[in-house]
């Protein structure tokens, strides 16, 4: 039968082009290529076991990358928190009673605080007069349902925890700058202090810790004005900045210069 | 080749390339005639026989040598890249040209490889009882195709072709009885009036004798 084979041409071109292909396509060969050889060549001497291991690595492997790239990205989560959060806040101020609502309400809209462009400083509803706070009301959206309303309307709403806020600063009454921390700080040698003092500081504490924010809602309102919306812990709204389009200035170290304020902001917040 | 020899030069082309090449010298002819005789196009088979040999040099460093020379390595990457031929019609990864030209290589011998593959065409043209036989055996399935083409296009023994496809020799026995019948059924169904035929022929060795002749 042998005899019976195509008689073979010496193939001298081809064999000495391939020679030349392969040897100089060897040297340019990447590591990656040995190391996918490597792979392949090892799955195939895998027990089933391992296989199935192997199959099962890979798999879930691929689960989070796709989910990397085809899931929800950070900022969809956030504001999927953040829209799950006024829901909640919304649900939590309409199962309050009419008498807790009012009080709440009473104690929220003197939490209210703005800024308008340009200014460095925060003013705070009750450094108003009357006719000045009722004018105000409106325009910052001082109540409650208000502000839950213009949040939930708002498309950049996101969530930001207490921690991330910025300190910013006030303009108390007597025009002094007063901040964040310092409303925060629980006075301290209470027991030198009269029974009387020590009952109102211990009333005005339990307040603050109703009143405290241990998240915020940050959006923007109708106006282009930023807006941060704080929450306690039971979801209710205790506390609302509007600031206007310079906001930075207020938070600034510029702004604060030869200011007692300058104590309160930290170092990492100047910079 | 020695097969301490060959045994070195593996060992050494392990380590650079470029003593592959000695290897390649060697069995470039067989692993390419093998090839041609089975798929019976030099075109395909010039891939084909490409894609064996950047297959065997990306593994060599995996080959270990168990004192059997290393063309039963090839003749089984081979085997493998046929079968993966016939079943998926795989594109082989880069065709010589792309790579020569990737490498700022011109090889003028443009005309010669023309040349070449006409020539070895017209051969296979001429070729009457081969073409028989190789169509016949491409209507078998994939296991006797191996062992009918080591068998008879390339004369192997037994235990070569045992060492070539890794079955044991009983298997391979085996495979060629039920082959060779089978083999022999279709060429009287598709030329019943075939007196000389690849397998009755008196040039041929019938292929049932031939087993006989190496069992025996």
């Known amino acids: 039968m042998n005899n019976k084979n195509p008689k073979l041409i010496n193939m001298r071109s081809h064999k000495r082009r391939l020679k030349v292909a392969l040897l100089s396509a060897h040297e340019k060969r990447s590591s990656i290529q040995s190391f996918v050889n490597f792979i392949i060549d090892n799955i195939k001497i895998m027990s089933l076991g391992k296989k199935s291991t192997a199959i099962a690595t890979l798999t879930l492997a691929i689960i989070i990358v796709g989910a990397g790239i085809f899931g929800p990205t950070a900022s969809e989560v956030a504001q999927a928190e953040a829209v799950t959060t006024v829901k909640r806040a919304f649900a939590r101020f309409a199962n309050l009673s009419e008498e807790d609502k009012a009080e709440l309400q009473e104690k929220f809209q003197d939490k209210v605080h703005f800024r308008e462009d340009g200014e460095p400083m925060f003013h705070g509803m009750l450094e108003m007069t009357i006719e000045e706070r009722e004018a105000k009301h409106a325009e910052m959206k001082a109540s409650l349902a208000d502000s839950l309303i213009e949040a939930q309307a708002a498309e950049d709403l996101e969530v930001i925890i207490a921690e991330e806020m910025p300190k910013p600063g006030f303009m108390g009454k007597a025009g002094r700058a007063f901040g964040f921390k310092m409303m925060q700080e629980p006075p301290k040698d209470l027991e030198n202090l009269s029974q009387e003092i020590q009952d109102k500081i211990k009333e005005h504490e339990e307040q603050r810790v109703e009143m405290q924010p241990v998240k915020w809602l940050k959006y923007t309102n109708s106006e282009g004005k930023i807006v941060k919306l704080g929450l306690n812990a039971q979801d209710e709204p205790v506390m609302k900045f509007v600031e206007g389009e310079i906001g930075k200035a207020g938070f600034g170290a510029s702004n604060f210069g030869g200011h007692k304020g300058m104590d309160w902001i930290g170092k990492k917040d100047i910079q | ?216």
Not at chain 2, 101 to 117: A, F, N, Q
């Open chain 2, 1 to 216: 080749m020695e097969k301490q020899q060959e045994k070195q030069l593996i060992e050494q082309a392990k380590k650079d390339p470029q003593a592959f090449a000695e290897i390649y010298e060697e069995y470039y002819g067989p692993i390419f005639g093998y090839i041609l005789k089975i798929v019976g196009n030099v075109t395909v088979a010039q891939d084909i026989t490409s894609e064996t040999f950047f297959k065997a040099l990306d593994r060599l460093w995996q080959f270990k040598w168990k004192n059997v020379s290393i063309s039963s390595w090839l003749y089984r990457i081979a085997t493998n890249e046929m079968n993966q031929h016939f079943r998926k019609n795989k594109k082989i990864h880069a065709s010589i040209e792309e790579l020569l030209e990737k490498s700022g290589i011109e090889l003028e011998d443009e005309h010669d490889l023309r040349e070449e593959v006409i020539a070895q065409e017209e051969e296979l043209a001429r070729s009457d009882q081969w073409r028989e036989a190789q169509k016949a055996i491409s209507k078998l399935s994939e296991k006797y195709q191996e062992v009918l083409s080591l068998r008879y296009f390339e004369d192997k023994k037994i235990k070569e072709i045992s060492e070539i496809l890794g079955k044991r020799e009983g298997t391979v026995k085996s495979l060629l009885s039920r082959g060779t019948k089978k083999l022999r059924s279709i060429m009287s169904e598709t030329q019943p009036n075939l007196k000389s035929g690849i397998i009755d022929t008196q040039d041929a060795i019938s292929p049932a004798s031939k087993i006989n002749q190496t069992h025996e």
